[in-house]
């Protein structure tokens, strides 16, 4: 088999990744338009979480993702109390800037605790090395992290398109005035789903430090992926977010091995052309 | 209801553009660190520079509303023709500011053709995208800019053949300084224009703009190039004063430092950026023998609590301050 | 050469399959005052989105005058003299009521581009702007900021910022809108006071307005005409009673035509 399908794969195993951790901001921004910067700081406590669990309590590294998810889950709670709440009807400036505060403090917090080397993670036996398929040498972990992913969409999708849950998530997100007007706790629904989304991008962090590496500075790193894949997709869209990540995770992963020359910067160029061609996004509203 | 005189309207425009006493004691006070800290001109120069841009900044975000996290583009462009010129050969600083001049006001008016088209996320996206694009470009054209090193051999000539730059920052600080100020002039006049008043309809309410016949786009075209203009002007200054230009010239975090120097000192009132540039640099240079990772600590501390409690900034801030006093007197 | 002031024909919009402008046709003649009414929903506001350029058409034309203007955008629009103001009033709360109108004036007169001279040096461009606010009564109102004015003179100011603009069609989205009984006097004044060189179309629930100052009427109901006629024809008419039910159709039927 020719080698780009080993581009796909990879292209796509990263893609899943940058979806898992763009899909809660995705749609917590569709619902309340609120920016939340700090969206990649959760990614970075579960990674940390997944990190001190691991090589610290010796916990195996499958235990290690719910972890990471409830602990994302739960300080994303705790700071919509304590900041985000007074926010949500402040200028779209006033919010990044609160929570690029946040995201300064989080860096400076894991670079006191951790230090600023990359934290070495050991994969259990199963999931390491790669897997001879049809001519191509597949990491197994890749394949792990697309399973992991795929279900995690479908349940999604699942949860969106027939629960009660879901249907106020949608209403919320497509006109929030008439979502209260019919009785649905916005702002319960909001924390809930931010709650939600963080969790995802915790779980995101934390399958990242294979992948990616994790040191302090990944809450900004990857915080600029992040938000390409939300404004390329177009906000609130969960659907948008996948194709918007896949398309960025492939473009990427292409670019580096194709055309190492402008690899770097062919997903900048990727965001500006889409962003151009379609402002809200793929799937955003018009 | 009492019945008052009807105030002239000539008079309330006089009122809103005269000097107050407040301004005339700012720019004096620049003076002062040629008396008071003669050992910190060279910082004091960099201050006045990073004011400048950080005035050019206020222009398109404080007047226009257009937040953009790559106007770090124009001061590196501007960097790299004034530090370009240099290393060629031609070391005169006028003409090295005009040129900086010319070829960020051309990228500038060029880009704001894509810039006045886009508004919220997708316009912050863009701005970022080609600011990360041009530092990437910036990179692969090493042989060019220097790549990761930067420029080499740049050397500035004395100011009209007569003022050399000496090692103590006087003639840069002077140099910094003058240009700030006829800068700021211009600014100054700028915003008390009918284009001012144009330009604070399009951040008080961007829609109705058309609705009374005004071509928005080619407003925030003209204001963009003129802070694309000056942000070059402050990037050459930079380059000419302290004879280096590295791609952090026009990387992110200069952006994102300038937009945090602007909403420190508040936006829209022209003195934020300048008030801001000065405290914010004040304290780096206190604090520079801090951690890195510290000093992010308590910028995002500060950013945290001015958000929360001085939303407008130290000048906001200030204002309310007077407006409480005044009321009580 | 049409003595329209502003004609609409075949005009037509949707989302998707909610259709707001169902083959919608209207005429104009220079120096009329007429009023569109018609049930929330009806697509008024809709209709004024789609002449003003706000919204752009699926089918259909639009003439100013003699000139098509269906492809113009909005601001190209108000500089050849079709103004409409706003049912929610969409100002500029941190300008003065002055500044505000001397910004409306600076762009009609196409010097809002220049930077470098002073406001000050504008002097006729101000006494314009002043004259606008004193013709509406809201000379005293001129150096307070706009969010501190009464609604009422805030919805003066929606209209002053209009007639800045020279118009020659102007649309009215309910201008009565909101406005107290007791601050109205001055907003009807103003719009009697209208030159009977603009030519105006007007959205009002008001039907006492409607029966003061318009010759005729236009029905509006889904998105599609209904019909038109005198203000009298419209009141006794009993498609236009069944169309508004309960209260309204009491109005209709108590006030006495002029």
Known sequence: MPPVFGVIFDGAAYGMLLFLMSVGLSVTLGMMNFVNLAHCSFAMLGGYVTVTLMNALGWPFLATLPAAFIAAAAAS?????????????????????????????????????????????????????????????????????????????????????????????????????????????????????????????????????????????????????????????????????????????????????????????????????????????????? | MTTQAVADPHEFVRAQIRWRWSEVVFWLATLLPFVLAPNYLVLASQIAITALFAMSLDLILGYAGIVSLGHAAYFGIGSYTAGLMSAHGWGEPLTGLAAAAVTAGISGYLTSFIIARFRHLALIMITLGIGLVLVEAANSASWLTGGFDGLQGIHTWPILGKFHFDLYGYTAYSYALIALFAIFLLARRLIHSPFGLALRGIRENGARMPAIGAPTREHIRTIYTIAAIIAGVAGALLAQTTETVSLESLGFQRSADVLVMLILGGTGRLYGGLIGAIVYMVARDQFSGLNPQYWYFWIGLLLIAVVMTLPNGILGGLSLLAARIGKRS | MSENALAVSGLNKRFGSLVVASNVELSLPQGVRYALIGPNGAGKTTLINLITGMLRPDSGRIFLGDGDITIFSPDERVRRGLVRTFQINSLFPHLTALESVALAVCERRRVAETWWRELTAYSSEIDEAHEILSALSLAAAGNRVTRELPYGQQRLLEIALALATRPKVLLLDEPAAGVPRDESKDLFAAIAGLSRDITVLFIEHDMDLVFRFASRVIVMVGGRVLLEGTPAEIASDPQVRAVYLGKARQDLGQVRAP
Not at chain 1, 195 to 216: E, H
């Open chain 1, 77 to 286: 709670v705790i700071l919509e109390r304590i900041f985000f709440r007074r926010f949500y009807h402040a200028s779209d400036l006033e919010q990044c800037l609160l929570t690029i505060g946040i995201v300064f403090v989080s860096i400076a917090a894991a670079a006191y605790i951790y230090g600023t080397d990359q934290q070495p993670v050991q994969l259990p036996p199963y999931l390491r090395g790669s897997v001879h398929v049809l001519g191509l040498d597949l990491a197994v972990y890749r394949m792990f992290l697309i399973a992991i992913a795929m279900l995690i969409t479908v349940l999604l999708v699942v949860t969106v398109e027939t629960t009660r849950f879901g249907a106020q998530v949608r209403a919320a997100v497509n006109n929030q005035r008439m979502a209260r007007g019919l009785g649905i706790d916005v702002d319960r629904l909001f924390a809930t789903t931010f709650a939600l989304g963080s969790g995802l991008a915790g779980l995101g962090g934390a399958l990242a430090i294979q992948m990616v590496g994790l040191d302090p500075s990944f809450a900004l790193t990857f915080l600029i992926y992040v938000l390409i894949v939300v404004s390329v997709g177009g906000l609130g869209s969960i659907a948008g977010s996948f194709a918007a990540a896949m398309l960025l995770g492939v473009s990427d992963i292409a670019g580096k091995y194709y055309v190492p020359a402008i690899g770097a910067f062919l997903i900048y160029l990727v965001m500006l052309a889409l962003l151009m061609w379609r402002p809200t996004g793929i799937f955003g509203r018009r």
